[in-house]
């Protein structure tokens, strides 16, 4: 079974970075296509960023192009997600997840393997 850990959230002031790790075991981790969602009070989970299992093609929710960049490692089987420039509305648990078999990339639906989330509060 394929476990999935997020770590690195926090409290930051408008137009501070942030940078999410996530790290995945249970299964050769370059097999997994990977993306990170994110969930706000009274909302429903929405899709940010995922990232191909080399690393190459990556795709943005249009409110994130340009501030927020997923990578991978897979030597050290963690994916990360660099946030700069940081707005109130960015604030939201954000959840890391995975998929062996790829599908769609913007659906909660498409991922299998999902972490516990992480919270990052943008805040003065």
């Known amino acids: 079974q394929v476990q999935v850990v997020e770590s690195g959230g926090g409290l930051v002031q408008p137009g501070g970075s942030l940078r999410l790790s996530c790290a995945a075991s249970g299964h050769t981790f370059s097999n997994l296509r990977m993306g990170w969602f994110r969930q706000a009070p009274g909302k429903e989970r929405e899709f940010v960023a995922t990232i191909s299992r080399g690393g190459i093609v990556t795709y943005y929710t249009e409110s994130v192009k340009g501030r927020f960049t997923i990578s991978r490692d897979n030597a050290k089987n963690t994916v990360y997600l660099q946030m700069n420039s940081l707005k109130p509305e960015d604030t939201a648990v954000y959840y890391c997840?995975?998929?062996?078999?790829?599908?769609?990339?913007?659906?909660?639906?498409?991922?299998?393997?999902w972490g516990q989330g992480t919270q990052v509060t943008v805040s003065s």
């Open positions: 997840a995975g998929t062996i078999i790829t599908r769609g990339l913007t659906g909660t639906n498409d991922y299998d393997y």
